[in-house]
């Protein structure tokens, strides 16, 4: 079996993931993990499929001939051994201004930790004059660090922002 991560991205419309996954279906391929988003009218989405190396051309060719979608294919990697790094939840806050992504991205790669996922937003705070910056990241921690490390990290880059950890 292989794995493929599909990379997705259209115009959004009703019916679009059933489109995509009855395609995934007919084709052979079984749909392991998404992350699929609705972004400015547009439908963004990856996807881990497991299929076949047989159906490989026949699933890739369906997929490319979705009406209004540019879809991208790579292999995946199948691990092995899977390990089961410590990973920390985040919900972080501040004040938005441009750059506010880069900083958080380069202090958790300065601690040799990892984004594995991240969703953020912009919201109209009325009350304090300025936008304000929301996310939920999921970081993986390299073996021996402490996640009191990273935390303290990204509190020091300015002292309106705001991290606490969610229970998994």
Known sequence: MKQLVLTIIGKDRPGLVEEI???LLKHHGNWLTSNLSHLAGQFAGIV???IAEEHLQEIQDALQALPGLEVKLELGELELAPQTPETLNLVITGNDRPGIVQELAAVIRHKGANITHL??????????GVPIFSAFATVTLPTGMHKDNVIEALESITSDLIVDIEPE
């Not at 969703?119 to 009350?127: D, L």
């Open 21 to 23: 996954s009855s395609t």
């Open 48 to 50: 881990q499929v497991e």
């Open 119 to 128: 969703n953020s937003r912009q919201q109209s705070a009325p009350n304090w």
